[in-house]
């Protein structure tokens, strides 16, 4: 069989294949999060009420997700009808005219009705790019029997100095208890994320005006080796190669005094049924260096956007009217109870009696509050993201440097070589981006 | 006396041998207990090993989560297609070299092999661009293609060393008996070769199977073998070693059974026919 | 001898084979090197225009480039040392008379049959995760501070890994051709009373030298392009990135296919280089 033939058999196939379906197909490119497996769960409810679409999922882990759908929409591959995105690929692909605009959702959708903070960044030019499925700030989770045990009090807005003090009380290595875990793995959603809103905290900026590097700064100095001295005094082993779901696994097995990360694992943290610890469980602000005016919340969203690529456009956005509308919410509550809902899209819910004695409902809505993505830092900066910085080259530069900042946590390299190593190859990169 | 010597000898080797046998499989042997424990039990201190309550909550876990039986028929489609197709375009040319040589065989050869250097990022976004292009992106056909291609040298290789095994003398006495070229492959060759075909097939089935570059940056959905169904369990979700085992398992397990009933043909595969 | 028409109908037979390679290299090749000169950022609208050899100079000259040859090397030279002596340690024991031999070779063979990504998940989590993994396990029972294997010994892990994956390979050739070594022979030798040691080094290791070519070379062509065990346990952090690994990056993460290409060409080359040497021990192998 020669080449050409198998082309035509190819095509062939493809096109009986467009005849016998009768249904769209929605081919939907997620990520393996809780909140999304509990989606696919809930396909049932979608399909019994549009029969004439059929849902495929393709759920992958973070970094694979990130990459298998910037490969597909940028050489307009065609291979999704949904996709899962965050706030930092949305206005970059939208302004790229990769993405389709969510303006005409149906009546009852009630756009208004999302987080304002949410819908500005997932807009471009005023236009909704991508509809939030949920959308998290960060903050510190906490162990309220350990630091009942140790004798402190955890203040709702923490300083950097007070974190320290209480993950040297409650760290108790013999019984495998740390007293603080963070993110170490590298990439540019992973470390990198948390590692820029400590470093936001204590009044450092990823570039000046002139979009030239500035990990050579005093503030970033500080801000990573305090980052280090924390997982490396207080920290779990292997913390380098530990991620939000590695970091999760290991404080609902009790092995956390502290966790500061996504205010979504809050849900998971005090779900009885997968944590250890569900009942005693606290929440405070995320914190900052003492005097700074900016906190390390980061805000972030996954949301669900349509490539223009796709040749189910309706159905695919019939699918994201579904998933993250009023209804989807009060469908996982009803399943799941309140606390399991996808949180922080819609003002709504947090004005829902039921979901407010919900125990972290209020400080997951402050954090959202607090953080502003349009002015991230203490410094003037060119960019536009608190825990990314809004170009196409972010991800490349991220994942880079964070590579560098997880040899660090490794202990192969000291914060001072970490940080020239990252300020170099930033520059590098930046240059051969043409800044 | 003697004999007393080589008992106590066997024994001592069939210890060595089996603590090394078990020690390499252990890997495998835990996963596939872990797949029965709870999630609790999987990651207990210190560590069950037989003790435990058997559960196959796992595997149904996993099961309502991803259509396994699509991923695994992805698989075996793909990878039973490649290598019938690459057995295909194969066999004639590896005939050809072990029965007609000629002075560029050897270079042709060596030649083909080195293809399989070609490294594979290198070429990735051109092939992802053709496969837009061809609309071939997701489906099973393009990724049978690939699959095939790029095992086919192995295939020619195998085949030809194979053949070559076969003694020149008997085709030649078949040619005095009037037999055509047709003839001389159905009925004299084919037999003769079978052997090292069935060898040279199941290898190459578990390469395919076990591919995990192009079946991965090549596939979405509808074309996604076993190597894309395993990846979307490669990150914890909370606890999850218990169905990170029941998933691994699955993914394993046919190519696993058909790797252990034909054990024979494939030592021979494995080593591919150079290795008398 | 072959009639002319034997000859042609053996070119007939041989074309569709060697056109489709032919295409499947040259094809994809051209375009990389079309892309490698070029200022290809598909995020910033793609092709923006001829830039000779800047990507290529930028490629070598960063930070990453050597380090990432570095650790290819060490990983590639790693396994086949990993592989071929204890291939050759455990093809010496199977040899020996044992009850079950047919059930330990099957437990020895297992881990060939067990694809990359599983391998390395299973490893990455239920072996060598410092809280979780069975070795934190073993080192706690026996009062060692357990290690974290990925970020303290990546390069050794990552060996450990793939060596495991291949160690079956190259026990079953070896295994192979210490079964076809002439037994007299060695019976002689012991009559001598030569000792085992010099027995080994003087008959059984130069009678599996064509054999370790063969482990070697079919070995390496595998492991230079080795990626599932790396994009699964470390992602290229702690020096684990290789040359595979770095142009992945430029290409897929970075959305720099010129450099990323540029960075292709580079490991064609250097996959050449290594090809040629190969070629020749086993080219002399073939006639042998």
Known sequence: MSFKTALCAASALALTAGVAAAQTTVTIATVNNGDMIRMQGLTDDFTSKHPDIELEWVTLEENILRQRVTQDIAANGGQFDVLTIGMYETPIWAKNGWLVPLDDMGDDYDAEDILPAMRAGLSHDGQLYAAPFYGESSMVMYRTDLMEAAGMEMPEAPTWEEIRAAAEAMTDKENEVYGICLRGKAGWGENMAFITTVANSFGARWFNENWEAQLDSPEWAEAVSFYNDLLENYGPPGASTNGFNENLALFQQGKCGMWIDATVAASFVTNPNDSTVADSVGFALAPNKDGVEKRANWLWAWALAVPAGSDATDAAKTFIEWATSKEYLALVAENEGWANVPPGSRTSLYENPEYQKVAFADMTLQSINAADPSDPTVGDVPYVGIQYVAIPEWAGIGTAAGQEFSAMVAGQQSPEEALSKAQALVTDEMEAAGY | ?276 | MATQHARSAARLMMAPAVILLLGWMLVPLTMTLYFSFKRYLPLRGGDLGWVGFENYARFVTSSSFWPAVQATLIIVGGVLLVTVVFGVLIALLLDQPIWGQGVVRILVIAPFFVMPTVSALVWKNMFMDPVNGLFAHLWKFFGAEPVSWLSEAPLFSIVLIVGWQWLPFATLILLTAIQSLDSEQLEAAEMDGAPALSRFFYIILPHLSRAITVVVLIQTIFLLSIFAEIFVTTQGSFGTRTLTYLIYQRVLESQNVGLGSAGGIYAVILANIVALFLMRIVGKNLDA
């Open chain 2, 1 to 276: 006396m003697a004999r007393a010597v080589t008992t106590r000898r066997k024994t001592i080797n069939s210890l060595a041998a089996w603590t090394v046998g078990l020690l390499i499989f252990f890997p495998i042997l835990w996963t596939i207990l872990t797949s029965f424990k709870t999630e609790a039990t999987a990651i207990a201190d210190p560590p069950v090993f037989l003790f435990f309550d058997w559960t196959l909550e796992n595997y149904s876990v996993v099961q309502e989560r991803s259509d396994y039986m699509r991923f695994l028929w992805n698989s075996i489609i793909i990878a039973g297609g490649s290598t019938l197709l690459g057995i295909l375009i194969a066999v004639p040319a590896a005939w050809s070299m072990a029965f007609v040589p000629s002075r560029r065989t050897k270079d042709i050869l060596l030649w083909m092999l080195s293809t399989k250097m070609l490294p594979a990022v290198g070429v990735l976004y051109p092939i992802y661009l053709l496969f837009i292009q061809l609309g071939l992106l997701d489906t099973r056909i393009g990724l049978t293609i690939v699959l095939m291609l790029i095992n086919l040298p192995i295939i020619v290789w195998m085949l030809y060393t194979y053949f070559r095994e076969i003694p020149g003398e008997i085709l030649e006495a078949a040619r005095m008996d009037g037999a055509g070229l047709r003839e001389e492959i159905l009925f004299v060759l084919t037999p003769m070769a079978i052997p090292g075909i069935a060898s040279t097939v199941l290898l190459n089935i578990i390469l395919a199977w076990n591919e995990a570059f192009w079946t991965l940056n090549l596939t979405a959905a509808k074309a996604a073998p076993l190597t894309a169904f395993i990846a979307s369990y490669s990150s914890p979700e909370g606890l999850f070693y218990a169905k990170l085992s029941a998933a691994s398992t699955m993914a394993i397990a046919p190519i696993l059974i058909l790797g252990w009933f034909s054990q024979k043909q494939l030592v021979r595969g494995l080593t591919f026919g150079a290795v008398k």
